[in-house]
């Protein structure tokens, strides 16, 4: 059964609240195409978009209970997407500024220049070992994407998987990577804390 336009938004909407999971498939198949380029067009990041994506349709199936009570299902999930890409971005920027303050504070007290969280060196080989902690399957695929630019289907074509679990894998490495760097970035605070004291 395919759900072609507005009018049936809000009937899928009740069959996912019955906890009906092939109207959440179609739901998903429906709303893709739509949403993607939408967070895409705010993050700028295809890796990025993809994981809010999914994040979308988790946090729409966890609180399936509500959906009843939705009468615009599109301007609803276009709303989810605006609200978590936002966040994203927000999340993104203190990141991003927290790490400049501590590299310039670090700077300015004449920190020694290897193994400090501004040495460009340092970083790449933080990378290199998160990556080793990557299954076979997922470096495999990390190398495709990110050294020699594969697109997703290219990486599909190429290793005669879908797209979907092209995806899944780089959200799992990812996943690794952003967990090794939180902790490394948590012991390199305490050490530019400590130098700074």
Known sequence: MRYKNS???????????????EAFSECVHLFTPKLYPYIKSIIHADLW????????F????????KLAEIDQPAAYLTRMAANLSLDFLKHRSIEVKTQYRIARQAEQHNAPPDGTPY??????????DAQALLTPRQQHIYLLRYEENYSYEQI???????????????VAAMEVIRNYFRKKMDVMLLFVIAWLI
């Not at 978009?49 to 979308?56: F, M, N, S, T």
């Not at 599909?156 to 780089?170: D, F, G, M, P």
């Open 58 to 65: 988790i946090k729409l199936w966890k609180g399936r209970e």
């Open 49 to 56: 978009a993809e994981d809010l994506l999914q994040d979308i």
């Open 156 to 170: 599909a074509e190429k290793l005669a998987i879908s797209r979907n679990t092209v995806r899944n894998h780089l």
């Open 119 to 128: 040495d460009q060196q340092y970083y790449e080989n933080l990378l290199k």
């Open 7 to 21: 009018n049936t938004d809000k009937e899928l909407f009740k069959l996912i609240a019955g906890n009906n999971e």
